[in-house]
T-cell receptor, first 111, second 112 residues
């Protein structure tokens, strides 16, 4: 699986948009870009995934660079409940669903 | 909303004992996984399971570990002879296809 690079931490204010960046310059053509998050004392939670095109769902939006070497997870209006560790993961091909978690980005949301 | 459940929430065992961690995946899911997270460390993949056999396993998943789907609803992780370093939070996950995995709340395993 390709290695991803994320900032260690980010801060946001409640009700403001948050843009969480991820670099994955060695991503392979068959790898999807996945985002999961882990709230304190909980298991990881699926957020969104995509291959080439930007994706939207009820939780977030995923903006993928044209060369696929980077992506941005967008939370449109942060809430206190969005405070979590956010993981950007490249996986696909023959990995049979194996997700390789890094250290992720710790998002702090201020009221 | 359907969810993955895990039992027990906390298991304390002595070194050398066998433990079985249980999971009930989401009912229409076909792919099952186990991950673990040692306190303060990254979430680590252990094994993926599909069609009643292991699809992929990590280096952590040695001969001391085994998985089973004993019936149509449960998915279990067995550790034959626990070591102190097996102390961790163990997460079960399931998915309809390879990705978009849904994780359970975890079982905290403490080996003394």
């Amino acid at each position: 699986d390709a290695k991803t690079t994320q900032p260690n931490s980010m801060e946001s204010n409640e009700e403001e948009p948050v843009h969480l960046p991820c670099n994955h310059s060695t991503i392979s053509g068959t790898d999807y870009i996945h985002w999961y998050r882990q709230l304190p004392s909980q298991g990881p939670e699926y957020v969104i995934h995509g291959l080439t095109s930007n994706v939207n769902n009820r939780m977030a939006s995923l903006a993928i660079a044209e060369d696929r070497k980077s992506s941005t997870l967008i939370l449109h209006r942060a809430t206190l409940r969005d405070a979590a560790v956010y993981y950007c993961i490249n996986a696909g091909g023959t990995s049979y669903g194996k997700l390789t978690f890094g250290q992720g980005t710790i998002l702090t949301v201020h009221p | 909303e359907p969810e993955v459940t895990q039992t027990p929430s906390h298991q304390v065992t002595q070194m050398g004992q066998e433990v079985i961690l249980r999971c009930v995946p989401i009912s229409n899911h076909l792919y099952f996984y186990w991950y673990r997270q040692i306190l303060g460390q990254k979430v680590e993949f252990l094994v993926s399971f599909y069609n009643n056999e292991i699809s992929e396993k990590s280096e952590i998943f040695d001969d001391q570990f085994s998985v089973e789907r004993p019936d149509g609803s449960n998915f279990t992780l067995k550790i034959r002879s626990t070591k102190l370093e097996d102390s961790a939070m163990y997460f079960c996950a399931s998915s309809e296809q390879f990705f978009e995995q849904y994780f359970g709340p975890g079982t905290r395993l403490t080996v003394t």
